[in-house]
């Protein structure tokens, strides 16, 4: 009898969400600090190839640490959101982070803080479509390195804990304040890299989380969350790379206010559609 019940005990309770969410955290960021501090301490991060295997090592311990995790828990594919997108909300990942990254880059040149784009340099005009072209489904599939982390295994749990509301601003906070070992490199800002680490991609990952979780809403598909991110890199690296700022510091605040209005935005419509979608 004891027994028996011990059993049906054990099955009947679970690991809580909350308790997978908080392990998971500590685990992705001790480990990806660990390694970004480590690496970055022993190598010469202005070499290419060495910052390149860096990077690309550094995007996969998210997804590393939630297959491992998800298959302890006796998870599957599909508890790592592996479904089809719709078309439609497919198109929109895609195409937000053009729309706004065009909007700042556009101010800024207004403002005179950058310069005008200039199409040279990415090489000849067939190399420069290539890159555009080919570079995004590339960087869609590195993306997933992050995303099967984020919203693949953390962002069901965080909102479930936490709330659909806070839980997104939380894994928001938490994806940002993990690119810490890259920010305070001046990975963007190099003459202002505590203020890319500590305000910039706090911001960019609470924004970028409150878009992922609107357009996804409902039946979640990782590939909203890799298009996006990817979007966001990949046309958003394209037009910095292209231009050249005239004040730093100035950029950086363009920035940081445009992503607080994005944050505005997507925080109003994602309360909005978490309050009155209750059960």
């Not at 939630?66 to 959101?81: M, Q, S, V």
């Not at 909102?159 to 928001?172: D, E, P, R, T």
């Not at 700022?245 to 950029?251: K, M, R, S, V, Y």
Request: charged share 10%; proline share 5%.
């Amino acid at each position: 009898m004891n027994t028996t019940n011990s059993k049906q005990t054990h099955v009947s309770n679970p690991i809580h969400p909350a308790q997978k969410a908080k392990k998971y955290i500590l685990l992705v960021l001790g480990i990806s600090w660990g390694f970004g501090f480590t690496t970055i301490s022993l190598f010469d991060f202005s070499d290419p190839i060495a910052n390149s295997i860096i990077m690309v090592v550094y995007s996969f311990i998210p997804a590393i640490l939630a297959f491992i995790l998800n298959k302890k828990e006796g998870g599957n594919w599909k508890d790592l959101k592996f479904f089809k997108p719709s078309y439609k909300n497919a198109f929109w990942a895609f195409l937000v982070p053009i729309l706004y990254f065009g909007i700042i880059i556009s101010t800024q040149i207004l403002l005179d803080v950058r310069t005008v784009p200039d199409l040279s340099k990415l090489g000849s005009p067939l190399m420069g479509a290539l890159l555009l072209l080919l570079g995004y489904p590339i960087l869609v599939l590195l993306i997933l390195g992050e995303e099967i982390g984020w919203r693949g295994y953390l962002q069901e749990k965080i909102m479930y804990s936490f709330g659909a509301f806070k839980g997104i601003f939380l894994l928001g906070l938490v994806w940002g304040i993990w690119h810490m070992p890259i920010a305070l490199q001046g990975y963007n800002f190099p003459e202002h890299p505590y203020i890319e680490a500590f305000i910039t991609y706090p911001l960019v990952g609470i924004a970028l989380s409150l878009i992922i979780a609107y357009l996804g809403f409902n039946r979640y598909s990782i590939f909203i969350g890799a298009l996006l991110h990817a979007s966001n890199n990949h046309f958003g690296g394209t037009l910095l790379a292209i231009t050249k700022a005239n004040d730093e510091l100035i950029h950086a605040m363009i920035f940081n206010v445009f992503y607080v209005v994005i944050i505005l935005i997507f925080g109003c419509l994602w309360w909005k559609k978490t309050t009155y979608n209750k059960v």
